[in-house]
């Protein structure tokens, strides 16, 4: 894997061995064609951060600083290790769970959030999606006219509940990426 473009361009990052998928080269390359506008100097939030590729391109391409949040060490060591062989300045990397970490976030305000929450497979399996929409702090994190950005399975159906409105939707091979403001954001901003 390596990042795209910007200060790290073309340089390759490690991936976790852990169970990961990132995001794709062509896919990160349209979806900050499509960010190119609100990168810049952006506080950019990476949520189940995995390898870190989101974030660090974030950051490559002038994000003014980017937190990066996993529940696995292994994860969170290589997003560290990532960013210091990359030299990317402004990353900061928490071991949480997301959710969890969700409920207690402080006033601490986002302009881009990423999600790319583990694929929900089979009944049973945990819907980070939903519950991320369930958590009452979540839209209190972005700012008002920021972006949040989720990456899930072709096959996920996303219900964002009354505080949020879906942007754009994007498919790319087997996942689809959707773009949320909140409430009034469109209206006001856009």
Known sequence: MRIIAGTAGRRNFRVPKAIVRPTTDRTREALFSMLADVIPGAKVLDLFAGSGALGMESLSRGAESCVFVDESRE????????????????????????????????????DVIFADPPYWKNVGDRDFVKEMFESENFSNILTDDGMLVIEVDERAEIDCGEKWQQIDKRKYGGCVIFFFQKKGAVEDHG
């Open 75 to 110: 994860c969170v060591n290589t997003v560290k290790l990532n960013l210091a062989s990359l030299r990317l300045k402004g990353g900061k990397v928490v071991q949480n769970d997301v959710i969890k970490m969700l409920t207690r976030v402080s006033l601490t305000q986002y």
